[in-house]
């Protein structure tokens, strides 16, 4: 059975970059996975910040950018900011209309 | 602007049905993908359903297949997922949400406000 693997949790200093990733349990992720990341604050719906692993969404702050680092998607935030603490969430589409999403990563600005 | 507007949650019993809409506007509907999205108290994001933008193509998390059934009518703008034969898992927030590209499946991207569905005896 596929999983779609996050790390639970994350911190990162004020000003800080950190990087999250998003990964396939057993296998690579590559482009046609189209890695979408998510900011996920409580009482509002999820917030695109990446569509299909590099492309910033509208009115998504520069200092966030979607990559593929080694056999996974990373989302990057260089120079976080306090509004930055947040749950952030990934999905992957796997082909045949399927899509998963990651348990989600809780990033801890302090 | 893009607008998604979630209806009909409520709460039922394990085992009775319920029926969620999405009503669209704001871009051209017929040429995007729908999905819908779940959310459990405390749990992450889930999966759970997409409709092709011509409506020909459903697919479903492996959690809801035999139960859900999603629909769309390009007339009127409109998707409806029928839950079947709920279960207390199935309890939670559901978004639909508009796919990012036109014609195809990629993720989606813009998400209504959700509909709250809990099961419960």
């Known amino acids: 059975q596929t999983v779609v693997t996050q790390e639970p949790s994350l911190s990162v200093s004020p000003g800080g970059t950190v990087t999250l990733t998003c990964g396939f349990s057993?296998?690579?992720?590559?482009?046609?996975?189209?890695a979408t990341w998510y900011q996920r604050t409580p009482g509002q719906p999820p917030r695109t910040l990446i569509c299909?692993?590099?492309t910033r969404s509208s009115g998504v702050p520069h200092r966030f950018s979607g990559s593929i680092l080694g056999n996974k998607a990373a989302l990057t935030i260089t120079g976080a900011q306090a509004d930055d603490d947040s749950d952030y969430y990934c999905?992957?589409?796997?082909?045949?209309?399927?899509?998963?999403f990651g348990g989600g990563t809780k990033l801890t600005v302090l | 602007q893009v607008q998604l507007v979630e209806s009909g949650g409520a709460m039922v019993q394990p085992g009775r049905s319920l029926r969620l809409s999405c009503a669209a506007s704001?871009?051209?509907?017929?040429?995007?993908?729908i999905h819908w999205v779940r959310q459990a108290p405390g749990k992450g994001l889930e999966w759970v359903a997409l409709v092709s933008h011509t409506g020909t193509g459903k697919y479903y998390a492996d959690s809801v297949k035999g139960r859900f059934t999603i629909s769309r009518d390009n007339s009127r703008n409109n998707v409806d997922l029928q839950m079947n034969s709920l279960k207390t898992e199935d309890t939670g927030l559901y978004y639909c949400?508009?796919?990012?590209?036109?014609?195809?499946?990629?993720?989606?991207?813009?998400w209504g406000q959700g509909t709250q569905v809990i099961v419960s005896s």
């Open positions: 057993s296998g690579s992720v590559s482009p046609t996975n189209y």
């Open positions: 999905v992957l589409y796997l082909g045949n209309g399927i899509l998963l």
């Open positions: 949400a508009k796919d990012w590209t036109r014609f195809g499946v990629v993720a989606p991207d813009t």
């Open positions: 299909s692993t590099y």
């Open positions: 704001g871009f051209t509907f017929r040429n995007y993908a």
